[in-house]
């Protein structure tokens, strides 16, 4: 039912930005939640930002004013943009969507629909 479909990852050294999208269908998107996690070799994967279908969002502290996470409700989409990118960003970014948010929204076991993610690899 669900389908969200990553895109934008890329290799780009580092100081550089990026920009990556998730295509979001089968949902009704405005009342989604909208988040982007990222998963690194050998780490657990964790929540980097999360944008309401207020247009509220959170950041994880360590990309708070590098990362900015928007969302066009007329699209279907939503965007990270990627700034100062650091070697360590890499990882695989993956989008989520959850309707219906409880307890620990920034953990992964809270969203349901999860994209199949898109490789950002960091050069120093």
């Known amino acids: 039912q669900v389908q969200l479909v990553e895109s934008g990852g890329g290799l780009v050294q580092a100081g550089a930005s990026l920009r990556l999208s998730c295509a979001a269908s089968?949902?009704?998107?405005?009342?989604?939640?909208m988040a982007w996690f990222r998963q690194a070799p050998g780490k657990e994967r964790e929540i980097v930002t999360i944008?309401?279908?207020?247009?509220?969002?959170y950041y994880a502290n360590f990309v708070k004013g590098r990362f900015t996470i928007s969302r066009d409700n007329a699209k279907n989409t939503v965007y990270l943009q990627m700034n100062s990118l650091k070697p360590e960003d890499t990882a695989v970014y993956y989008c989520?969507?959850?309707?219906?948010?409880?307890?620990?929204?920034?953990?992964?076991?809270?969203?349901?629909?999860w994209g199949q993610g898109t490789q950002v690899t960091v050069s120093s």
């Open positions: 944008t309401w279908s207020d247009g509220n969002a």
């Open positions: 089968g949902l009704t998107f405005s009342t989604y939640a």
């Open positions: 989520a969507a959850e309707r219906s948010l409880h307890g620990a929204w920034y953990t992964s076991a809270a969203w349901g629909n």
